[in-house]
């Protein structure tokens, strides 16, 4: 069953690559092209905007927004990107201001142990 589920799934793949490409939408219209004729030649407004609608825009449309779509994701997709960059960034300035607040904070209690040291012999010598 995984083998069957695999190949599915390569296949579905391998078509929707294909699939959302523009090469593929100009083969749908050229396709779609072939039944025009016989639409127009039967004179019948019905019959020509069934070809319009449900033949040359499925088709050729399917593709084209098959592309849009994946132009869109990469969009989406350096966006992202972009964002995890600059928050991994803002993300070390963090951590290098939190290393410098340490080492000042352990400084500054040195200087309070060293000053209550002072007035504690300040003090003694009263």
């Known amino acids: 069953m995984n083998r069957i589920n695999e190949f599915n799934r390569r296949l579905a793949q391998k078509i929707t690559s294909f699939v959302s490409t523009m090469w593929c939408a100009y083969i749908f219209a050229a396709l779609a092209l072939i039944s025009l004729p016989a639409a127009i030649k039967s004179g019948d407004v019905v019959i020509i905007v069934a070809w319009v609608a449900q033949t040359f825009l499925q088709l050729v449309l ?29 993300f070390e300035l963090a951590k290098e201001a939190r290393a410098i607040a340490d080492q000042e904070l352990k400084e500054l209690k040195k200087i309070a142990s060293e000053m209550h040291q002072v007035l504690r012999d300040i003090e003694g010598k009263k």
């Open 62 to 90: 399917l593709s084209i927004i098959m592309v849009g779509q994946q132009v869109a994701s990469a969009s989406v997709e350096k966006m992202i990107q972009e964002t995890h960059e600059a928050s991994i960034g803002e």
